[in-house]
């Protein structure tokens, strides 16, 4: 620790009774962005290894220019990110050429092309769409089948117990005046 910013650092027991505050890192939860920044913030795949290799500087923060013309090349750039911070821009960028690379296809960055195996991105195949597809379509039925087990249970009736008939009584005082107009709040009857 620099000797001139000593005098301003807390003891430690002014440390101890300092607040700890939980604030938002940005747009996202604490709990989420612990988790995010415990993995070095990011996917971590071989594509956000480029794009930060490439335009994020560690004093200077995120190439905005350069990723945009990055964008641009690979046909992925929304206008409506220009009023984005840089953060949000280089992420929103980086799921837009994951997309591409999923779909198999190729990009572009700084000029040189990138191919989805070299960047080590997991491609979606038709197979593997289809073998999705068809999990999905299984748990929908599992719950379909379970929701209508369920109705079908409830609406068995239950073995009544015999009763011995009861004669009709007289309506009590409280149940006479149920049964009368219940008035609203401006007297009327309802």
């Not at 971590?44 to 930060?52: A, E």
Request: glycine content about 8%; aromatic content about 4%; proline content about 7%.
């Amino acid at each position: 620790m620099n000797d001139e910013f000593a005098e301003d650092a807390p003891r430690s027991d002014e440390a101890e009774a300092m607040p700890v505050l939980k604030i938002r890192s940005g747009v996202m939860p604490i709990r989420h962005h612990k988790r995010y920044m415990s993995q070095g913030g990011g996917c971590r795949d071989g594509l956000d290894d480029l794009l930060r290799e490439r335009f994020t500087d560690p004093l200077e923060g995120v190439d905005v220019a350069g990723i945009r013309a990055c964008a641009v090349a690979n046909g992925v750039w929304n206008d409506r990110w220009s009023t984005l911070n840089p953060g949000m821009i280089r992420m929103n960028t980086s799921n837009r050429l994951r997309a591409l690379l999923r779909r198999g296809q190729a990009i572009t960055v700084g000029g040189e092309e990138f191919t989805p195996a070299s960047l080590n991105v997991a491609t979606t195949t038709l197979d593997n769409l289809r073998a999705r597809e068809a999990e999905a379509a299984q748990a929908k039925a599992e719950r379909e089948a379970a929701k209508a087990e369920k109705a079908k249970a409830k609406a068995e009736p239950v073995a009544e117990q015999p009763t011995e008939p009861t004669e009709p009584t007289e309506p009590t005082e409280p149940e006479v005046e149920a049964e009368q107009p219940r008035r609203g709040k401006r007297g009327k009857r309802s």
